[in-house]
């Protein structure tokens, strides 16, 4: 004969908006757990252009959403006007199961190996601020 314990299980569910940062389209992936995206290896003064795309797995919208601040030389958002990038999609809001792009670019002015975070911050919709993002790699040669 055998004796199982039982223990009631309770939660509180959230009804929060919860960011995912991917290089993948169609897919959240898995963010930042695949450790830093690569941009791999380009030439000095090139340029390589990434695409990643934001994914709301939350339960409302996010509210606020922008630039974190993350992201340094020699990555930089495609183009000239900053956040999301010149062919991005993401505004200040981004509905529940939504997604939208950011578009980021690598250029090294110098050989070497160089990293960065891209890095958004949003409202959680319950009156929270949330941070996102995803550690980018690449190496100038």
Known sequence: MSTYASNALT????????????????????????????????????????????????AVSTTTLGDGGGLGAPFAYEGSGGFPGTTGTCGSVLAAGATCTVVVTFEP?????????????????????????????????
């Open 11 to 58: 939660a509180t569910a959230t009804n929060r908006a919860y960011l995912v940062v991917s290089e993948l389209s169609g897919s959240p992936g898995c963010g930042d757990a695949c450790g830093p995206f690569q941009f791999g290896s380009v030439a000095v003064t090139g340029t390589l252009t990434h695409t990643f795309t934001i994914y709301n797995d939350g």
């Open 109 to 141: 002015v110098a050989t070497g190996t160089f990293t960065s975070d891209l890095t958004l911050t949003y409202g959680d919709g319950l009156g929270g601020s949330l941070l996102a993002g995803r550690e980018l790699a690449g190496t100038g040669q």
